[in-house]
């Protein structure tokens, strides 16, 4: 099955810094999602990384208008040294959706210096 949106779960989410981001790809309609099997890991920089592992990943589950133009902006965004979009099953109150999501291999942030988070929730540069 073709995701249908992006498992957002960092600085794209509404209230931070980059949710401008996710608006100028045409964000169309969000909903609360839970990523299961990977962890957060928070990196130097201030942002964070979802790292398969045990454990879950709260975030949210973003649609658009247009998801091809949406991922050649969030493309240029995200992807670079650390994150490669995958598809993945998110869980959201209306069910089960296959979405894009943004995540890092394990080497990749212990080489950025990355520590575990102590929430499944990100929030900014502080736990909680």
């Known amino acids: 099955m073709e995701p249908q949106g992006v498992f957002v779960y960092g600085s794209l989410l509404p209230g931070e810094r980059n ?5 100028a790809a045409g964000l169309r309609r969000l909903r609360p999602a839970r990523l299961a099997d990977f962890r957060l890991f928070a990196l130097p920089q201030g942002y964070p990384a979802a790292v398969a592992g045990r454990g879950v990943v709260e ?24 994150y490669r979009r995958r598809a993945v099953r998110v869980w959201t109150p209306d069910g089960p959706e296959v979405a894009w999501a943004y995540l890092a291999p394990a080497t990749a942030v212990a080489r950025r210096g990355g520590v575990p ?12």
């Open 117 to 128: 988070w102590p929430s499944s929730r990100w929030r900014g540069s502080r736990a909680g």
């Open 59 to 82: 975030g949210a589950f973003f649609e658009f208008y247009d998801l091809a133009r949406a991922l050649r902006f969030l493309d240029a965004f995200e992807e670079g040294e650390i």
């Open 19 to 23: 949710h401008g981001v996710a608006r």
